[in-house]
């Protein structure tokens, strides 16, 4: 293991040992809770005890609020629960479960398993049509522009400065999304992005080539490299490669591996970009209504996770590309850095304009500002 490899680690650990106090956003002291009608598999009224058959070590504490068992689907942007990151997840929600005596249910549900565009997820959730999704901004900016500011590509160097960009945006964003009756609770490292085609080809000229794009700044990544964006839904990538709908595809390098996307595309590049924050959401309506010992359950088991997944991603994505070679039989090429210098010529700055024009004053300075803070350097 490098010495970069073992600062960030070390800095990681730091940061998130801020990660409860930080996402919490506890409700007035004395605020009655309200009452919310939810999906549930039962209607019963109960306090929160721990039951018996629980194992876990940390023991729920006995609430005096009352509160109505719920239950919430939780969208996540794989179509199965698969993923590291979706595995232990939904272990978070069972421990959830389990520590709450089965009060609050919350269940992983694939892309296309509820009749909800990805694009749509987050507004689904404000207008509480949804509980709960991942969010992240190459989905979610055309309805809040704010959050295609740090989904901008090539203005992160490590995962540990993406880190550091969500965690001063985050204050912000939250104010926002209160606004719009939706709360953030937890961050998620997602993922480094990856090219990968069913043929070899120049990433510094893609000329009649044809990849498919989920978002505004995937698109402007493939044509600076001289490609065609095609947009197409995850549910169809793999058949569209199938078919020559598509010839290649930018997603995270660990998706090309644990979707069996290198079947159909087994040449990968190293193109990154590292992919903007993305995190957890829940309607603010029904946050609001669960009771803070709840609440206080909910963000302990998520940051668990968080930790888990934050371990994770720096010791097991420097393998993948290793994988994927064991897998195919066929090397991942590293670009040089002129392609690096020309993704940030002709794709970070450019685009960081548009998305500060999008989001308008003063608020699109007040969150640029936050970013150059975190980062140390400007970004215009």
């Known amino acids: 293991m490098n010495k970069r490899l073992i600062l960030a680690l070390v800095m990681m650990v ?4 801020g990660l409860v106090a930080g996402c919490a956003a506890p409700t007035a002291p004395g605020a009655p809770a309200k009452t919310v009608t939810t999906t549930a598999t039962k209607t019963i009224t109960s306090t929160i005890t721990t039951p018996k058959t629980i194992t876990s070590t940390v023991t729920a504490p006995a609430s005096k609020e009352v509160m109505k068992a719920q239950q919430w689907d939780c969208i996540i942007y794989w179509t199965s629960v698969t993923s590291f990151h979706d595995v232990e997840k939904q272990k978070a929600f069972d421990r959830i479960k389990e520590r709450t005596g089965g009060l609050l249910d919350i269940r992983s549900v694939g892309m296309g398993g509820l009749p909800i565009k990805a694009e749509d997820l987050l507004r689904a959730v404000a207008t509480g049509e949804l509980a709960m999704c991942e969010a992240s901004g ?3 900016s055309g309805d809040y522009p704010m959050l295609g500011i740090i989904d901008v590509p090539y203005i992160y160097t490590n ?3 993406k880190r550091m960009v969500y965690e001063a945006c985050r204050p912000i964003w939250q104010r926002e999304f209160h606004k719009e009756g939706i709360h953030m609770l937890s961050y998620r490292p997602g993922f480094t992005l990856a090219l990968a085609t069913n043929k070899p080809v120049d990433v510094m000229d893609l000329k009649g080539t044809k990849i498919r794009s989920y978002s505004l700044g995937s698109a402007k990544i493939i044509e600076a490299m001289g490609g065609t964006a095609v947009p197409i839904a ?3 990538v793999y058949s569209a490669l199938e078919k020559g709908v598509a010839d290649g595809l930018i997603t995270g390098a660990d998706a090309i591996l644990s979707t069996k996307i290198c079947d159909v595309a087994p040449y990968s590049y190293a193109t990154g970009p590292l992919h903007g924050s993305l995190f957890i959401t829940v309607n603010l309506e029904l946050w609001e209504s669960l009771p803070k010992d709840v609440q206080n ?10 930790g888990l997944d934050l371990i994770w991603s720096e010791k097991e994505i420097p393998r993948v590309f290793d994988l994927i070679e064991e897998e195919t039989g066929i090397a991942t090429v ?3 850095q002129e392609f690096f210098d020309t993704m940030t010529e002709k794709v970070a700055k450019p685009f960081m304009v548009e998305e500060l024009e999008k989001v308008g004053e003063p608020l699109a300075t007040e969150i640029l500002t936050a ?7 400007s970004l215009h």
């Not at 909910?298 to 996770?305: A, G, Y």
């Open 14 to 17: 730091v940061l998130m040992t």
């Open 138 to 140: 190459g989905y979610h």
């Open 159 to 161: 995962k540990l400065e």
């Open 234 to 236: 995850w549910a169809e």
């Open 297 to 306: 359950i909910v963000h302990e088991e998520l940051s668990q996770w968080v």
């Open 334 to 336: 590293w670009p040089a």
């Open 371 to 377: 970013i150059e803070q975190a980062l140390g350097r």
